[in-house]
């Protein structure tokens, strides 16, 4: 079954230092998502994607964060000047199209910030 | 904006026992309800699903109901086994911002064997 795969699965940054987060969504996949998880705590949305622009945002999305299609496969999350409360999981996520909601989630990438 | 909230936080059951959890939501123009499931460690994964023109959705062990009037839902999990111990995560999409699935702060189910 394909998966959405995300690099690094860790890393760790000090504080103020710019981070960049890859994912490759699912081929055939037209919209694609960052949401984070601060450790114990829910799954919150970070912001959405399709058709090479921002579709959706939330509070958390400030002018510290941009996201980016490099390329046909690449979905990337830029975070420019880390701070302490960023630490979290970041999961990236796609789904097939706009009427179908079902989110395919990576694995996650581990971001701690020092 | 939409608010999802979810009770219990914690639940534990014995093995063969059900289990129930519940969710609320904020916004009436909510369509979508997901239930997503996150064993420790890893990524959330969708079990269930159902739209709001529908009342029940049944998968073999797992079914899930929808009051739209009262904007609750909930999860049903039937012979409950020690894999189904996980987080469990409802969520809700907004009709007007299918873009954005808003999740619930989570219960973690314990089946103890």
Known sequence: E???????????????????????????????YWYRQILGQKVEFLVSFYNNEISEKSEIFDDQFSVERPDGSNFTLKIR??????????????????????????????LSVL | GENVEQHPSTLSVQEGDSAVIKCTYSDSAS??????????????????????????????RIAVTLNKTAKHFSLHITETQPEDSAVYFCAATPKTSYDKVIFGPGTSLSVIP
């Not at chain 1, 940054?13 to 987060?21: A, H, K, N, S, W």
């Not at chain 1, 630490?87 to 990438?109: H, I, N």
């Open chain 1, 2 to 32: 394909p998966e959405v795969t995300q690099t690094p699965s860790h890393q760790v940054t000090q504080m103020g230092q710019e981070v960049i987060l890859r994912c490759v969504p699912i081929s055939n996949h037209l919209y694609f």
């Open chain 1, 81 to 110: 000047s880390t701070k302490l409360e960023d630490s979290a999981m970041y999961f990236c996520a796609s789904s097939r199209d706009r009427g179908d909601e079902k989110l395919f989630f990576g694995s996650g990438t581990q």
């Open chain 2, 31 to 60: 369509n979508y309800f997901p239930w997503y499931k996150q064993e420790l460690g890893k990524r959330p994964q969708l079990i269930i699903d159902i739209r709001s023109n529908v009342g029940e959705k049944k998968d073999q």
